[in-house]
């Protein structure tokens, strides 16, 4: 019995130090010059294979650093100082972006038409009669696509309601293509305020709805100073190019649907 | 004469009449996975055949020095083992000497290790008790029909691509209802070998 086992073993060792030394033999024989700046930025990149920056990975990404001439800021996590010694530049940063998630229809807020007991996927709740439960067609599923689709783990769905955690967003947009209402959208990190809400119902309807929605009053487009804020099709929208963050419209909003971001 | 005869049936059952994938499915995943242009396709076919040439020589040579006897068991783990290191080498060769075809191929040149025509190849050709000449006809010939299958697939995938499809459809469903009638197709040619 012992040496049944032992004869097994002896003979997957024997073989696998052949095959061992075979693959070593054979890398070493054709091995491929990289040049040695792709793989040190490769190794500075964020390393998740996020696809934020608009190419296949990291790799892809390294790759065309090096020999394309990509812009050398459209990863986030990276070391940016790093790569700019890398490749004898000054890398300067761009605005740090983040997803925010344009609804704020949680449990408590919204009232549901019906109990979804379906597939656990907001894509599919979305065909669902009224775009899921909640009464808003607008709203958020609250079934946590998004959060699954999320590679650094920033997404939690908390009361119904899809949250995300700035500091470990990293702008890549994952979630703002899987979610079948649009509600997520990746707006500057430095924004003072952003309308939490993506409805464009009428006053009526969204009251009847939801506790928190955008009724489309226009309230917040009159009192703003600097016109940053326009009201199209029943909801509000901040151009985050003008807003000073002077904070006056998430004080006048009846519905409360501007939050507070930073300041 | 009749060894020419024995080749000519052996090729002609293994990759028509048996076709790997299209009569026994095995092989399904780069099958579907690499069939969008002819061109990657043959690269894919090719790299199949010279695995399993290779790996089915190989095998063949240490079942029957080692395994045959005593250690049967550890057939799968053993082949499993001297497959991924075939693969492993031909990537190395592969990035080296073909770079695009490298890139072409991309996750799917390593998934050649989890193909299971390559691992089915070897256990089957074990397993019937064939001969070394048998086994290296079995062997090709049935990598011959995978690389028929996939550029087939590649040929009729390319031609859909222009079609007016249902929504329903496009993409993966209709490739899979293709692979289904080639299915019933390649049933035709059973009954022509015993």
Do not use: W
């Not at chain 1, 702008?171 to 979610?179: D, L, P, Q, R, W």
């Not at chain 2, 396709?41 to 290779?54: D, E, S």
């Not at chain 2, 000449?133 to 090709?140: G, H, K, L, Q, R």
């Amino acid at each position: 019995m012992l040496n049944a086992i032992l004869l097994a073993a002896a003979v997957i060792a024997v073989i696998s130090i052949a095959i061992g030394l075979l693959l070593g033999f054979m890398s070493e024989k054709f091995k491929v010059e990289v040049d040695p700046r792709e793989s040190q930025i490769r190794e500075s990149l964020a390393g998740s294979n996020c696809g934020g920056c608009g190419y296949a990975g990291c790799d892809a990404y390294a790759h065309a650093i090096v020999y394309e001439g990509a812009a050398m800021n459209l990863c986030p996590s990276s070391d940016k100082k790093k790569i700019g010694d890398v490749m004898g530049v000054c890398v300067i940063e761009g605005p740090k972006m983040t997803a925010f998630v344009k609804c704020n229809g949680n449990c408590h807020n919204t009232r549901c038409n019906y109990n979804y007991g379906d597939e656990r996927d907001c894509r599919i709740a979305y065909s669902a009669p009224g775009h899921g439960a909640k009464k808003c067609v607008y709203g958020c599923c609250g079934l946590g696509t998004c959060a699954s689709v999320c590679p650094y783990d920033a997404i939690r769905i908390v009361d119904g309601l899809a949250k995300i955690d700035r500091t470990k967003c990293q702008a890549c947009g994952k979630c703002v293509s899987v979610c079948p209402n649009r509600l997520i959208e990746i707006i500057p990190d430095s924004a003072p305020y952003a309308v939490a809400c993506s409805s464009h119902s009428k006053g009526k309807d969204v009251k009847a709805a939801c506790d928190t929605g955008c009724i489309g009053c226009s309230m917040c487009a009159r009192v703003c100073e600097s016109g940053a804020i326009t009201v199209e099709n029943n909801l509000a929208k901040i151009d985050y190019k003008k807003c000073t963050g002077c904070g006056k419209c998430a004080e006048k909003c009846p519905c409360k649907i501007i939050t507070m971001r930073n300041i | 004469m009749n060894f020419l005869s024995t080749l000519f049936i052996g090729i002609i059952s293994a990759a028509l009449v048996n076709n790997v994938v299209l009569s026994r499915f095995l092989g399904l995943c780069p099958f579907l996975g690499v069939s969008r242009k002819t061109s990657t396709a043959l690269g894919m076919g090719t790299a199949v055949i010279a695995v399993i040439t290779l790996s089915s020589a190989i095998t063949y040579v240490i079942d029957h020095l080692i395994l045959r006897d005593r250690l049967v068991y550890l057939r799968t783990i053993i082949f499993i083992l001297i497959i991924a290191a075939l693969v492993q080498t031909v990537e190395i060769i592969l990035k080296k000497k073909i770079p695009s075809l490298y890139k072409a191929l991309g996750v799917y040149l390593p998934l050649i290790t989890t193909n299971c025509a390559v691992l089915g190849v070897a256990i089957d050709s074990a397993q019937k008790n064939y001969s070394f000449a048998e086994t290296m006809i079995y062997s090709v010939g049935t990598a011959v029909g995978f690389l028929i299958a996939i550029v087939l697939m590649s040929g009729i995938r390319e031609r859909i691509e222009n079609n007016d499809i249902p929504e329903s459809f496009k993409g993966m469903p209709i490739v899979l209802v293709t692979a289904g009638l080639m299915a019933i197709a390649f049933f035709g040619f059973k009954g022509t070998i015993a």
